[in-house]
């Protein structure tokens, strides 16, 4: 479960500061599939960063699984993000790899077995 509460982003400050998210509620159950659209610039993109916290929100909270996010210092954030995934809207795929490959990079650097990163990968 992914529970978003009075989410804030706001970039800048004084008469340069731009609220890009202001004090958004939701929450998406395990296994739902959950669309955020609108229009460009509308702050998709930095949802979806500051729901995987690669970016800090202002204000308001981020919980996974009844883990508060938005509270981690930066080394609890970097375990945390290996049980979160992401897809960029940019190119993010190496052409000399199989998909195969592609999707096991991570777990190389992870240290995860061979076994195991095919079981995963599959
Ligand atoms: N690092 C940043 N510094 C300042 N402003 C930013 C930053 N990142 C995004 N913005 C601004 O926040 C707003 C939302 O941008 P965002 O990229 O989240 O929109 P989007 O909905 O993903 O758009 P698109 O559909 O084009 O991908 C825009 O006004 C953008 O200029
Ligand atoms: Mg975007």
Redesign the pocket.
């Known amino acids: 479960m992914i529970r978003i509460e009075q989410l804030t982003?706001v970039?800048?400050t004084g008469d340069d500061a731009?609220v890009?998210l202001d004090h958004l509620d939701f929450s998406v159950a395990a296994g739902e599939i959950f669309a955020?659209v609108?229009?460009?610039?509308?702050?998709?993109?930095?949802?979806?960063?500051c729901v995987s916290l690669l970016?800090r929100p202002t204000s308001g909270s981020v919980v996974v699984n009844g883990e508060t996010l938005s509270r981690l210092s930066e080394k609890q954030l970097r375990v945390a993000r290996r049980r979160i995934g992401t897809i960029f809207?940019s190119d993010g795929l190496f052409g000399r790899r199989t998909a195969a490959a592609n999707i096991a990079l991570p777990l190389e650097y992870l240290g995860v077995t061979a076994a195991e990163s095919r079981r995963r990968v599959a």
Do not use: C, D, N
């Open positions: 982003k970039f800048g731009t890009v955020v609108g229009p460009s610039g509308a702050g998709k993109s930095t949802l979806a960063q970016e809207q």
